[in-house]
């Protein structure tokens, strides 16, 4: 049976998640990820995921994201996580829906 990941819309959702311990994973590339991310969030790119599974924890929800709703990274991410044995969640809106709804950003082009 595989194992399935929740779609979170509501950035609402995510805080709630991140103030419970969530861990708030980009998986963008390092670039991208550099230049702005959701305020606290972790950068694991997608690529790089399946090295990085034994040192996730496996005690707390793990929320990812990638740059919008047209983006695939976090389907993916979230998909593998699930099938690890991860308590995953995809905040499918991205960094795009995480700004449009105003909440704070940082990196090299942020916005707060």
């Known amino acids: 049976m595989e194992m399935s990941y929740v779609e979170i819309w509501d950035p609402n959702d995510v805080l709630n998640l991140t103030s419970k311990g969530?861990?708030?994973v980009d998986v963008r590339a390092r670039g991208a990820y550099d230049k702005e991310h959701i305020?606290?969030?972790?950068n694991i790119p997608l690529d790089d995921l399946?090295?990085?599974l034994e040192n996730l924890?496996?005690?707390k929800p793990i929320v990812v994201y990638c740059g919008s709703v047209e983006c695939t990274m976090s389907y993916?991410?979230?998909r593998k996580l699930a099938a690890?044995?991860?308590t995953a969640y995809r905040y499918t809106p991205g960094l795009k829906g995480w700004?449009?709804?105003g909440l704070p950003t940082e990196g090299l082009k942020a916005s707060t």
């Open 22 to 24: 969530a861990l708030l």
């Open 39 to 42: 305020k606290g969030s972790i």
């Open 50 to 52: 399946d090295s990085h």
């Open 57 to 59: 924890p496996r005690d």
């Open 76 to 78: 993916f991410a979230a």
């Open 84 to 86: 690890n044995g991860f």
């Open 99 to 101: 700004k449009e709804a």
